[in-house]
């Protein structure tokens, strides 16, 4: 296990169009976030999931966003009729949460988002 | 609101001077802090949390809640050290809410 992996690490789209990332968290982690870093800033909280199930979404996330983590192990992200401002860089991290504590969290490389 | 301030965007020390990197924070509840790590070409990484108590390549940070900071803080700054630091906050007991906030980073430069 290498650690958590995203996958595309580069996306180049036009406006528009849809995209989807995905995220490989690190097995045995029951939890996976996602969020999303603009330049100059930290990285923005956008959703989280408990193994299958999503707990929190973040305002930031609009209704042409849409994650998944259907058997709690990879988890995909969809951006539907992506805009300029969708550009960034979305960052996946999963953690083990056991009994209520703990909360490290292991992030991902990336994935770089260009809207065109 | 929850929120995390680094009021420095850069600082910038000579080699073997001490470092200061402040972080204040506003939550209402017992939050856990966090100081992660980006090195240059890598991910983010974990560097320390306020209940471990560790110090960390030399690095220790103090939670003071009448203040409402974590500052961290290494007595002599080595040019490895070079990197970007992110302070977090996570609410709930140990971090059990979830979701990570961030402030906006600070890039620490040391100069040999």
């Known amino acids: 296990d290498t650690g958590v992996s995203q996958d595309p690490r580069h996306k180049i789209t036009k406006r528009g169009q849809n995209v989807t990332f995905r995220c490989d968290p690190i097995s045995e982690h029951n939890r996976l976030y996602w969020y999303r870093q603009t330049l100059g800033q930290g990285p923005e909280f956008l959703t989280y999931f408990q193994n299958e199930a999503q707990l929190e979404k973040s305002r930031l996330l609009s209704d042409r966003f849409s994650a998944e983590r259907p058997k709690g192990s990879f988890s995909t992200l969809e951006i539907q009729r992506t805009e300029q401002g969708d550009s960034a860089m979305y960052l996946c991290?999963?953690?083990?949460?056991?009994?209520?504590?703990?909360?490290?969290?292991?992030f991902g490389p990336g994935t770089r988002l260009t809207v065109l | 609101a929850q929120r995390v301030t680094q009021p420095e965007k850069l600082l910038s020390v000579f080699k073997g001077a001490p470092v200061e990197l402040k972080c204040n924070y506003s939550y209402s509840g017992s939050p856990e802090l966090f100081w992660y790590v980006q090195y240059s070409r890598q991910r983010l990484q974990l560097l320390l949390r306020h209940i471990s108590r560790e110090s960390i390549k030399g690095f220790t940070a103090d939670l003071n809640k009448g203040e409402t900071s974590f500052h961290l803080k290494k007595p002599f700054a080595q040019e490895e050290d070079s990197a970007m630091y992110y302070c977090a906050l996570s609410g709930g007991y140990g971090g059990s809410q979830g979701n990570l906030i961030f402030g906006k980073g600070t890039k620490l430069s040391v100069k040999p």
């Open positions: 991290a999963s953690s083990f949460l056991l009994a209520g504590v703990g909360n490290e969290q292991f």
